[in-house]
């Protein structure tokens, strides 16, 4: 079974800190594959990012970071010099390679609400 | 280009009705998924499907809950007999995914969601 934890059920920090989402995942699968997603108060859930499994290079985009650790399970998130606009509600989610289909269900954590306090 | 879109974005129903959700992915993602968020569950998956082959509805809570795609694109969640445990904001989401190559996967991008509520 599959499953993803965020430890983390709200973060509020105050504008220009630096804040770290952790992420923790259980799966048996070999090769599986990690998301992070934003859900603005607007409700529509916005993909961050993918890492596959067998690539564990960290990857940094603009204030945005990402620790990738296959031997502790994780993937923690950072957001440095946060802002206002970065408030929102952040997942994580897990799925796994399942034959060749592309398709992949996806497993979330419970979300880390982020509040970001100007 | 168009995102994921869904109708209605809200559905107030009494208890006992059924509702349709209809969803309209991207153009050309072959692969289409429902997932429900709520309070108490948080996101959960309940069904995809993946070109021609059969659905995987193995996150269906009951057997009151059915999705079809007609054509390879357009999807229709229905939920019969409609119980308030039900109410919850039901997401769409559509990727491009068709033979996995490895290495790769297939970023899901979702829909506004339905906020469905059963009084």
């Known amino acids: 079974a599959q499953k993803v934890t965020q430890a983390q059920t709200e973060i509020s920090v105050v504008e220009k800190e630096d804040v770290t989402l952790d992420c923790v995942y259980e799966t048996r699968d070999t090769t599986y594959y990690l998301f992070w997603y934003k859900q603005p108060p607007s409700g529509e859930l916005v993909f961050l990012i993918r890492?596959?499994?067998?690539?564990?290079q960290n990857e940094i985009s603009g204030r945005y970071s990402w620790n990738f650790q296959k031997s502790t399970s994780s993937f923690n998130f950072t957001i440095t010099a946060s802002q206002v606009v970065d408030s929102a509600v952040y997942f994580c989610?897990?799925?796994?390679?399942?034959?060749?289909?592309?398709?992949?269900?996806?497993?979330f954590g419970q979300g880390t609400r982020l509040t970001i306090n100007p | 280009g168009a995102g994921v879109s869904q109708s209605p974005s809200n559905k107030v129903t009494e208890k006992g009705k059924d509702v349709e959700l209809r969803c309209d992915p991207i153009?050309?993602?072959?692969?289409l998924y429902w997932y429900r968020q709520s309070l108490g569950q948080g996101l959960e998956f309940l069904i995809y499907f993946q070109g021609n082959s059969a659905p995987d509805k193995s996150g269906l809570p009951s057997d009151r809950f059915s999705a079809e795609r007609t054509g390879g694109s357009v999807s229709t969640l229905t939920i019969q007999r409609t119980q308030q445990e039900d109410s919850a904001v039901y997401l769409c989401?559509?990727?491009?995914?068709?033979?996995?190559?490895?290495?790769?996967?297939?970023?899901?991008?979702f829909g506004p969601g339905t906020r469905l509520t059963v009084t």
């Open positions: 153009s050309g993602h072959t692969a």
């Open positions: 989610a897990l799925s796994a390679q399942k034959g060749i289909q592309g398709a992949q269900k996806l497993v």
């Open positions: 890492r596959n499994s067998f690539d564990e």
């Open positions: 989401a559509s990727s491009s995914g068709t033979r996995l190559v490895k290495g790769t996967s297939y970023e899901q991008y």
